[in-house]
T-cell receptor, first 112, second 113 residues
């Protein structure tokens, strides 16, 4: 069985500041890792994913995440946030058994 | 393409009533799943299906039934609604396994009174 921990339930940040949303996982097998974003009153959308290969993965809108196997982490970062990045972000892991396990989510609130 | 379509968007039920949440996808995806989203708990997997005729339980299956008679449709049935089933329900589909990108519907907000 696998689990995902998102330590921060809310992260307030000013526009153009950097941000890091933390995600740690536990699994006894190799994992696939994901970040999904949920805008208000919408379903989730895939932001980026790590399946294999380079441990640093990037999204088209400037977010990046690095898979760190020794620390079992997959933190999400953006060097300069925009007001439109305000949303809830979910880290997820698939570690066999064909089931996706989500964290509890981090609400990112970007302020002017 | 419409993607993943969920109906209804909102529903109020009385305790003990039954209902079916509909989910349809037009992407010919093999893998479909149902989640419930509750404040502070993220998304929890209810049931999933790896193809027509095949379903399996997720993390919180009690009180829910599913069937998968076609590739396109994956309805979720509440047998006897309880206030604890008040939640937002999301249906998702993926091309094959759970480790490929999941496409989510807009959600169904269910209130059981």
């Amino acid at each position: 069985a696998q689990s995902v921990t998102q330590l921060d339930s809310q992260v307030p940040v000013f526009e153009e500041a950097p941000v890091e949303l933390r995600c740690n996982y536990s699994s006894s097998v190799s994992v696939y890792l994901f970040w999904y974003v949920q805008y208000p009153n919408q379903g989730l959308q895939l932001l980026l994913k790590y399946l294999s290969g380079s441990t640093l993965v990037k999204s088209i809108n400037g977010f990046e995440a690095e898979f760190n196997k020794s620390q079992t982490s997959f933190h999400l970062r953006k060097p300069s946030v925009h007001i439109s990045d305000t949303a809830e972000y979910f880290c997820a892991v698939e570690g066999g058994g064909n089931k996706l396990t989500f964290g509890t989510g981090t609400q990112l609130k970007v302020e002017l | 393409n419409a993607g993943v379509t969920q109906t209804p968007k909102f529903q109020v039920l009385k305790t003990g009533q039954s209902m079916t949440l509909q989910c349809a996808q037009d992407m010919n995806h093999e893998y479909m799943s149902w989640y419930r989203q509750d404040p502070g708990m993220g998304l929890r997997l209810i049931h999933y299906s790896v193809g027509a005729g095949i379903t399996d339980q997720g993390e919180v299956p009690n009180g829910y039934n599913v069937s998968r008679s076609t590739t396109e449709d994956f309805p979720l049935r509440l047998l006897s609604a309880a206030p604890s089933q008040t939640s937002v329900y999301f249906c998702a589909s993926s091309p094959d396994r759970a480790n490929t990108e999941a496409f989510f519907g807009q959600g169904t907000r269910l209130t059981v009174v």
